[in-house]
C-alpha cells in the first residue's frame, strides 16, 4: 500500500520527480478547480482568477489535466478535465460572471452586529432595563436564526463539494480540488455569540454557540475525500485581512477579539481540510501565485512511500505518522503528508468507479460485458421501465464445482445521471450461473445473459453499468446513453 508524501524545506520544495504517467499510459495528476460562488464575494473571486489565468497558462500541460465547476445552490461542470489551457481559461470568464452569493449573508451578520453595538450604546446612556431585556431577546433570536440559516447552507455547501470528491474517486493517480471562496464557518455566527455575551456580560450566552457547532461536518468530508484519495488545496479569496476595530462592512468601531473570531471562524475550516488531506491552505495573502505553484508541484512532483499492510479486505481507515530521523541536516525540513488512508474493500473500489463513470469514460471491459436497451414501457404517470439485456462469454468468469453443477457468482452494480448532473442510487444485485458438468465444454463457446429493468423518470441518461467476478476479481465497466421519453 502507498501513499503520497511531500517533503518541503522552509523556503521552496524538495522535490523527486516521478515518472508522469504510470504503466498504463494513463494521466496521473488531474486537478478540479472549484469555485463556491454561494459561499464568495465576487469581486474577491475574480480578484484571484486573474491570477490563476497565469497560473493555468503557464502551467496546465500534458499529463495534467484540469476541470472547472461552479457551486451557487447546485453544481456546473463548466469545463471538463482537458489539458488545454485556453478551454480552462475559457470556463474562467465564465465564473467570473457569476454573482457572489456571501454577500446578502455577511450583510445580515452585519446588520446584526450593529444592532448589538446600538443596544450598547442606549444602554450606556441610560435606556430602562426593561427594555434592554426585551430588545436582548430578540437580538439573540436573531442571531438563532442567523446561525440557522447558514447551517442549512452549509449543509448543500458540503454535500456538494462531497459529490465532487467522490466523482473523482475511480479515476487512476494523483488527484486534488483547488477550492476558491471567502471561507466557511466552522461554528455558525460565534462572532454574535461572543459580542453579545461580552455586551450583555452574560456567558451562558455564549455558550449556547456551541450546540452550532459543525467541526464533525468537516471531519466526515476530510474522511471522504481521504477514502478517495483526494487532496484539497483551500484558497481563501479574501485576501489580506488586518485584524482591528473597524471594518468597512461595519459603522461602527467592534471589539478587536470578535473581529479576530468572526475571521478565523470561516478559515480554521480550509486549513483543516487542507492539513488532513496533505494540501495546502492559501490564506491571509493578496499574492497567491507563489502557493499556487507549489499545487502544481505536488501534481507533478511527490515523494511516495510505503509498509507492508496485511490486506483485511474491509473498509478500515489507518493513521499514519511520519518522522524525519534525529539529524541535523533536517533541522529546516517540514513533513506534509496524508496522516490518514483508506483501505477500501474490492466492492468499494467497484462502487467508487462506476460512480466516477458516470462523469469521465472508463474503457475496462476484459469480460467483453454488452449492453443492450430497448423501448421504454409505463411504469407509472410519471416512470418508465427501461428494459436492458447484458450479456459476456461464460469462458470469461471462474466456474467452481459444486456438487455435479459447475457454479459462477457475479455482483452487478447500476447507476444513472441525468441531463441536470443528478445521480440515482448504485444498485448492486447478485447472479448465480450454474452449469450442468457435463455441458462445460458447450457452455464455454456461449454467452450468459442477464434481463433487467431500470425504473426512470423521463429524461435523457448516462448509465453506467460494472460487472466483477469477485473469485478473478475482474471488473468489466460500461457506459450507455438512453433517452427515456425525454419530450414528455
Known amino acids: 500500500m502507498e501513499f503520497a508524501l511531500t517533503l518541503f524545506q522552509r523556503g521552496g520544495p524538495i522535490m523527486w520527480p516521478l515518472n508522469p504517467t504510470n504503466g498504463f499510459g494513463r494521466r496521473i495528476a488531474d486537478g478540479g478547480l472549484y469555485f463556491d460562488n454561494q459561499n464568495s464575494r465576487a469581486l474577491d473571486r475574480n480578484r484571484l482568477i486573474s491570477q490563476m489565468r497565469t497560473f493555468v497558462r503557464e502551467n496546465l500541460h500534458p499529463p495534467m489535466q484540469m476541470m472547472v465547476v461552479a457551486y451557487q445552490r447546485s453544481l456546473e461542470v463548466l469545463q471538463d478535465f482537458t489539458s488545454d489551457p485556453s478551454e480552462v481559461l475559457k470556463a474562467l470568464r465564465v465564473v467570473r460572471t457569476y454573482t457572489g452569493g456571501r454577500t446578502e449573508r455577511e450583510s445580515t451578520r452585519s446588520d446584526i452586529a450593529e444592532r448589538i453595538s446600538r443596544m450598547q450604546n442606549d444602554s450606556w446612556s441610560g ?10 431577546s430578540d437580538v439573540y433570536a436573531l442571531i438563532d436564526n442567523y446561525a440557522k440559516e447558514t447551517i442549512n447552507d452549509l449543509q448543500f455547501t458540503v454535500d456538494a463539494l462531497r459529490q465532487i470528491i467522490t466523482s473523482l474517486t475511480g479515476l487512476p493517480g494523483k488527484k486534488g480540488v483547488i477550492y476558491v471562496s471567502n471561507g466557511l464557518p466552522m461554528t455558525p ?18 455558550s449556547r454557540m456551541f450546540e452550532y457547532d459543525r467541526s464533525r461536518m468537516y471531519q466526515q468530508l476530510a474522511t471522504t475525500a481521504n477514502a478517495q484519495d483526494v487532496t484539497l488545496y483551500m484558497i481563501d479569496a479574501s485576501g489580506l485581512n488586518v485584524g482591528g476595530m473597524g471594518s468597512a462592512e461595519y459603522a461602527t468601531a467592534r471589539d478587536p477579539r470578535s473581529v479576530s473570531m468572526g475571521m478565523n471562524n470561516y478559515t480554521d475550516s480550509l486549513r483543516y481540510l487542507a492539513d488532513e488531506t496533505g494540501g495546502i491552505a492559501i490564506i491571509n495573502t493578496n499574492d497567491i501565485a507563489p502557493r499556487l505553484d507549489l499545487i502544481t508541484q505536488d501534481m507533478f512532483t511527490y515523494y511516495s512511500i510505503g509498509y507492508p499492510l496485511h490486506a ?3 473498509d478500515k481507515v489507518h493513521s499514519v505518522k511520519v518522522k524525519l530521523r534525529d539529524d541535523p541536516a533536517f533541522k529546516d525540513y517540514e513533513l506534509r ?9 474490492l466492492e468499494t473500489q467497484v462502487q467508487d468507479r462506476i460512480l466516477s463513470s458516470l462523469v469521465f469514460e472508463i474503457d475496462e471491459n476484459p469480460m467483453d460485458l454488452e449492453v443492450e436497451t430497448g423501448t421504454p414501457t409505463p411504469a407509472s404517470e410519471k416512470r418508465w421501465l427501461l428494459p436492458a439485456h447484458l450479456s459476456f462469454p461464460l469462458a470469461n468468469v471462474a466456474l467452481l464445482p459444486e456438487g455435479e453443477d459447475l457454479v459462477a457468482r457475479i455482483v452487478l452494480f447500476v447507476a444513472a445521471r441525468d441531463a441536470d448532473g443528478k445521480k440515482s442510487d448504485l444498485v448492486r444485485q447478485e447472479h448465480e450461473i450454474r452449469v450442468p458438468a457435463n455441458l462445460y465444454q458447450d457452455a464455454q463457446k456461449k454467452n450468459f445473459g442477464i434481463d433487467t429493468q431500470l425504473l426512470m423518470e423521463s429524461g435523457s441518461y448516462k448509465i453506467a ?3 466483477l467476478d469477485p473469485l478473478t476479481r475482474q471488473v468489466s465497466y460500461r457506459t450507455i446513453s438512453a433517452a427515456v421519453h425525454p419530450d414528455k
Open 312 to 314: 483485511s479486505g474491509q
Open 465 to 467: 453499468i460494472a460487472l
Open 189 to 206: 455566527g460565534i462572532d454574535l455569540f461572543y459580542e453579545a455575551s461580552r455586551v450583555m456580560d452574560d456567558s451562558t450566552i455564549f
Open 337 to 345: 503528508y496524508r496522516p490518514r488512508f483508506v483501505e477500501r474493500s
Open 127 to 136: 435606556s430602562s432595563a426593561t427594555s434592554r431585556s426585551g430588545n436582548w
